[in-house]
Antibody
Framework: VQLVQSGAEVKKPGASVKVSCRAS????????VHWVRQAPGQRLEWMGW????????KYSKNFQDRVTITTDTSATTVYMELSSLRSEDTAVYYC?????????????WGQGTLVTVSS | QSVLTQPPSASGTPGQRVTISCSGS????????VNWYQQLPGTAPKLLIY???QRPSGVPDRFSGSKSGTSASLAISGLQSEDEADYYC???????????FGGGTMLTVL
């Protein structure tokens, strides 16, 4: 099982960023993919999730106006786009796999993508 | 402010047993399973305990989890220097309709 994320990004305030998470080594359609971020020296913060097979994303209230999670089953890739970036969005963004949404356990994680927001 | 509450730090000497607590509410720990993650510096979190007390393949049996009511605990016995890391608890929250995490506990092996 592997979740491979796209590379680091540097963005200006107000811009958008789109991070990809390419999955391999398992049946992509049978799992959900979540996004979790971690600001420097801070705790893990859950952003939302998507059913990899048919979509229907769900978002944390903290991000629901700015985040869009999509899935491309042909590419076994999930994307997370965050808009209206501000300095507080500087963080490492992780994707993670989950089988049962109500257990909320993430058994495999991507390597993380550092997004830096700076003018 | 985290929905789940953990002590910010814990410590122990090699060979000791250390426990880390995680306190929540009826909408998360009280009704849903608890998971624990270990995060070494500069790396992604790793699932350590799932479903309150189950260990994924490859996790040493020195690590154990327990839960009672709206609180959970992670115990590490036979502490080793490589256990020095940040530990996070997490669970689904029925009220928030999302996953919540604790603030993390930094474990120092003295």
């Amino acid at each position: 099982v592997q979740l491979v994320q796209s590379g680091a990004e540097v963005k200006k305030p107000g811009a958008s960023v789109k991070v990809s998470c390419r999955a391999s080594g398992y049946n992509f359609n049978r799992y959900a993919v979540h996004w979790v971020r971690q600001a420097p020296g801070q705790r893990l913060e859950w952003m939302g999730w998507i059913n990899a097979a048919y979509g229907d994303p769900k978002y944390s209230k903290n991000f629901q106006d700015r985040v869009t999670i999509t899935t491309d089953t042909s590419a076994t890739t999930v994307y997370m786009e965050l808009s209206s970036l501000r300095s507080e969005d500087t963080a490492v963004y992780y994707c993670a796999r989950n089988y049962d949404i109500l257990t909320g356990d993430f058994d495999h994680w991507g390597q993380g993508t550092l997004v830096t927001v700076s003018s | 402010q985290s929905v789940l509450t953990q002590p910010p730090s814990a410590s122990g000497t090699p060979g000791q047993r250390v426990t880390i607590s995680c306190s929540g509410s009826s909408s998360n720990i009280g009704s849903k399973t608890v998971n624990w993650y270990q995060q070494l510096p500069g790396t992604a979190p790793k699932l350590l305990i799932y479903n309150d007390n189950q260990r994924p393949s490859g996790v040493p049996d020195r690590f154990s989890g327990s839960k009672s009511g709206t609180s959970a605990s992670l115990a590490i016995s036979g502490l080793q220097s490589e256990d020095e890391a940040d530990y996070y608890c997490g669970a689904w929250d029925d009220s928030l309709k999302g996953v919540v995490f604790g603030g993390g506990t930094m474990l120092t092996v003295l």
